[in-house]
Each structure stands twice: as structure tokens, then as C-alpha cells.
């Protein structure tokens, strides 16, 4: 029975309320008169639950859609601004004990070159990311608690904040690593971690089992349940994701706002992050033989639809997807995005040779990050490279009250401008960092409150003779 409060994944993710939901949103694709209530609803900003979401995704009419996108590209005005988080991802370790059909690092490959960081080649991950400018990493590895066990990770961590080489500095490290206990979730609090990151991959329990035959991720329930251990041991920013291409989308989408009613309904909190993977190449994965691939229109339906859906919750975009992609969804309320990432064990301080490979996927945006960080300008956004909220307690619901008070603009935007300097200052090139200047002058004037805008600007000046890391 549904129940999104229970604490039992078949209970908070119910197959039968998804199916019924996908059966009232197909019976009311054209009923307009809903149709345009539910938009009306969602313009107040309040978001949508999983069945009037699920109506709009099935909606075809094509004035309701177009109202859909400027809707979402309004709402991610009003409550993230201009401003695109960056961080690239760091991959500890491809060792893995599961049998993810969809992954290149289940443990039947036995010609992918298996590696693991050892904490001196962290050094030279790390200080490679820093020398391009990343402040924010989101750490990676496979399932293997002999090879990747939990202290493996924490001391990554470790080493990883403690490493600062020239103004460099990695100030928030998020975790995406496999479902855990809640005694390690506290740990990994304890160490410090910014979001803790954990894709369903798929929502749908029957389709879950067959893509995940062996290993301990085959265990739908302990997966789907893992936020709520996370919550448990005390990180109270979590983030979801669905892997799209596995299953039918607008299940996924329906199973995804389900999760995130859940954990509002059961921690107070929805999830801080969404994020929206499609499946890729990769080693001796052939994304073709899954048939539930999504276009681009569709993929940027969703992203839209995440947003009028949740509009509190940040949307990450990989470099799994093109820059065309990406310029496409970008605006549609995107809050994040990857730079310069490297898919391998230890692809960023040397070149991977070719018979070495340990990628986990294709990149699709191979650009560099300050590449990327000049396009995002070129297009009116400012890359911010801040890490302050969770540095300053503002995680949870304190981060959600901030998002919903609307002093986003006195608080986010000067970070962004202070930090995106500090980038300007320490690695952009000639071209980025004249285009950078002129940016940060004129989103000065965005700042509402004058005494913010004031000490902002005079931490700008502390940033040009060489101090670093203020923070609202
Ligand atoms: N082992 C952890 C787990 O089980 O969640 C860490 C996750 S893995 C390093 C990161 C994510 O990459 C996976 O959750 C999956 O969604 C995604 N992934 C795996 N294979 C992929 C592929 N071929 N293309 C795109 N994304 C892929």
C-alpha cells in the first residue's frame, strides 16, 4: 500500500500508485482545464506532486509546453539566479563486486584495468584539479569492501582537505559511493562531506533486479532505503538520480518525485540535489541495447519538469552530455554542472595510455574548465565555484529556508561573484578573465541589500591582493 511516510521502500515507492499514476496522467493528457489549473498551481512556486507532474509530462499540446519551459526557466531565476555551481567528479577506485549490467565496473570485466588511488596519487589528483580552479569534488568509486572499504574513503577525505598547493583549495567534497550503514553514513558526516549522492539508477523493483543480477546492489530495498540511513546518521543533504535509458521515463519521473515526497514527508526535507544521467558508452557497454533511451526534447521535458516540480531542489548535469545538450537544458534550471571531468582512476594528473583504460563512461563535454566557465559567461551566467553554505551550517532545511526567503541574492550571489574572482585571479586566461571582470562589475548591481554589496566589494579588492576565501 502507498504510503509515502512508511519507511519501507515498497511503501514510499509503490508500483501499483505508479502505475495508477501513469494511468491518470495518460486519461488526462488533454484534459486542459486540469492541465492549466496544475500550471497555475506551479507558477506559485509551491511545487507539483508526482501525479500532477506526471499529468504535465504526458501533456503534448504544444502551447502547454512551451509554457512549461518558460516557466521553469522563471522559476530558476527566481530562486538560483544566474549563477552555475561548478565541481568535477574524482574516481577513487573501479574496483566493484556488483554485477550492474549497465556499468563497465562489474566485476565479470576482467579487461578493464582495475586501479585504485593510492593517498600520494590523491596528492597529484587533487593538486592537478586545484591548478585548473575546482573548489568542489564529487568523489567516486566502485563497490568492493575489500578494495574500497569505508576507511579507504574516509581517509581520501582527509587527505583531500588537506591538501593546499599554491591559493588552491578543495572546500566541499561530496560522496557518491555505494548504499552503506547508517554508522557509516555518520562517519562520512563526521569527515565532512557535502551532499551524499546515491542514483536509484531505477525506480522500477522487477526492471532493478535484472539490471543489478549479483552482488550486494541487487538488494532493491537496502538501495532505494539508503537516503533515509544517510538521514539517519546526520547528512541532511542528500542527493537522487535516476539513470535514464533503463526504464520507461515517465515511470522514473514518477518514482523520482515519489522519493523526493518521501523524504520531505519522513525528514523535513526534500532531497538538495537531482541529478539526471542518460546512459553512455563505455568499456563493453553499448548504451543502444537498452531500449528505453530518451531524446533530447524529451530529456530537456524532464529537466523542466524537475524544476516547476521541485523548485528548491539543485539540478546537476554531467559532461555525459554534449555541450549542445547542455546549452539546450541549461537554462531550463540547471543549478550545476561538471567541468573538465575525467572518468578515470587518475585521469587528471596524467593521461590515461590507451590499453590502460578505466573509464567508467564517455565524456561528451571534453572542453576545459576554463573553457566551460567562459561559455557559461558568454551566455549571461556567472560559474560560481562557492562552497559556503555547508561551511556555514546552512545545509537541510536551513539551506531550504534560505532558498524560500529569498535572500538567495544577498547571500549566494555575492559568494559567486567572490569566488568566481578568486578564479579569475588564480587560473583563467587573458580572454576569460577580461570577459570575467566586466561580469562581476555589472552583477554587483544585482546585489539588493547596499551594505552587502558594499562589503563585497571590498572583499574584491582583499581578492586582487591576494587574500582568499570570503564568504557570506
Ligand atoms: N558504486 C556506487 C553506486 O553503486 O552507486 C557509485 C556510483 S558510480 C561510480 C556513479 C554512477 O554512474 C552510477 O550510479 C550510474 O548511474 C552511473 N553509470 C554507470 N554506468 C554508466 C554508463 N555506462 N553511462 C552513464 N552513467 C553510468
Known sequence: MYNKASLRADEFISHEEITATLAYAEENKE???????????????????????????????????????????????????????????????????????????????????????????????????QDMGHKRLALEAGEDPVNNPIEYILECIDTIYRIKHKNGAIRRVNVNIAAT???????????????????????????????????????????????????????????????????????????????????????????????????????????????NGISDEIFAKLCALIRISVPYTGMIISTRESKEVREKVIRLGVSQISGASKTSVGGYSEPEPEEENSEQFDVSDKRTLDEVVRWLMEFGYIPSFCTACYRE????????????????QNCCHPNALMTLKE?????????????????????????PKEKVREVCEDHLKKIEEGIRDFRF
Open 423 to 447: 578564479y579569475l585571479m588564480d587560473y583563467a586566461s587573458e580572454e576569460t578573465k577580461k570577459i570575467g571582470e566586466a561580469l562581476i562589475q555589472a552583477e554587483l548591481n544585482n546585489i
Open 393 to 408: 551550517g546552512r545545509t537541510g532545511d536551513r539551506f531550504m529556508s534560505l532558498c524560500k526567503s529569498g535572500q538567495i
Open 31 to 129: 484534459n486542459f482545464a486540469l492541465i492549466d489549473e496544475i500550471l497555475a498551481k506551479a507558477e506559485l512556486c509551491k511545487g507539483l506532486d508526482h501525479r500532477e507532474a506526471s499529468v504535465l509530462l504526458a501533456c503534448e499540446e504544444p502551447t502547454r509546453v512551451a509554457r512549461m519551459y518558460t516557466m521553469a526557466e522563471e522559476l530558476k531565476k527566481k530562486f538560483y539566479g544566474n549563477r552555475i555551481v561548478m565541481f568535477a567528479p574524482l574516481y577513487l577506485s573501479n574496483y566493484c563486486v556488483n554485477g550492474c549490467v549497465y556499468c563497465p565496473y562489474h566485476m565479470k570485466n576482467k579487461h578493464i584495468a582495475r586501479k585504485k588511488l593510492t593517498q600520494e596519487e590523491i596528492v597529484k589528483e587533487v593538486t592537478a584539479l
Open 181 to 291: 550503514t547508517v554508522e557509516n553514513y555518520r562517519k562520512l558526516k563526521e569527515a565532512g562531506i557535502g551532499t551524499y549522492i546515491l542514483f536509484q539508477e531505477t525506480y522500477h523493483k522487477e526492471s532493478y533486479e535484472k539490471l543489478h543480477p549479483t552482488g550486494p546492489k541487487h538488494d532493491y530495498a537496502y538501495h532505494t532505503e539508503a537516503m533515509d540511513r544517510a538521514m539517519e546518521g546526520g547528512i541532511d543533504d542528500v542527493g537522487l538520480g535516476v539513470l535514464f535509458g533503463l526504464e520507461l521515463y515517465k515511470y522514473e519521473f514518477a518514482g523520482l518525485l515519489m522519493h523526493a515526497e518521501h523524504l520531505e514527508a519522513v525528514h523535513g526535507v526534500g532531497p538538495h540535489t537531482i541529478s539526471v544521467p542518460r546512459i553512455k558508452r563505455a568499456d563493453d557497454i553499448d548504451p543502444t541495447v537498452f531500449d
